[in-house]
């Protein structure tokens, strides 16, 4: 897939999505999920000087890591989205993208409450039972 292909689907899913919920996430991760699935609390990990500097899924590490009271995704407020990853500046829209190949899933999750913490990344959001509403990849 194109990043605009990828961008079309992801804006097509927030606007079908966002006036019955509260709040609409995009979640990239490895584990295979079913649309209505509730996902699990996420880990937290603090002490990071990178975001992308994680502990690997399953590791003695990553168990210990403390874990939030929601799931992480990047928040699709849909400015938000276009600030980031997503911008043109960033990304020739109609290259391949790196996405499908650096991570096995991508979802659109949602719900109606949060528990954000003050030293979340930027863009995150921590949606309470967060349930999977589609799946892009």
Same mark, same amino acid.
């Given at each position: 897939m194109t /990043?605009? @292909?990828?961008? #079309?689907l992801i804006e097509n899913a927030y606007e @079908? =999505?966002? !006036?019955?919920h509260r709040y609409v996430g995009l979640r990239f991760e490895d584990?295979? &999920?079913?649309?209505? #699935?509730?996902?699990?609390?996420?880990?937290?990990n603090p002490d990071r000087e990178?975001? &992308? *500097?994680?502990? @690997?899924?399953? $590791? #003695?590490?990553?168990? /210990? =890591?403390?874990? %939030?009271n929601g799931t992480s995704a990047w928040d699709l407020d849909i400015s938000d989205m276009h600030r $980031?990853? %997503? *911008?043109? /500046?960033?990304? !020739?829209d109609n290259e391949k993208s790196y996405y499908p190949d650096e991570y #096995?899933?991508?979802y659109i999750i949602v719900g109606n409450a949060v528990n954000n913490h003050h030293d979340r990344d930027y863009d995150e959001i921590i949606i309470k039972n967060a349930?999977?509403?589609k799946i892009i990849w």
């Open positions: /990043n605009k @292909e990828i961008k #079309e @079908e =999505l966002k !006036d019955n584990k295979e &999920r079913e649309i209505g #699935e509730i996902c699990e609390n996420s880990k937290h990178d975001p &992308r *500097d994680y502990p @690997e899924y399953g $590791t #003695e590490e990553y168990e /210990n =890591l403390p874990e %939030f $980031t990853w %997503f *911008d043109s /500046n960033y990304m !020739d #096995e899933h991508c349930e999977v509403k």
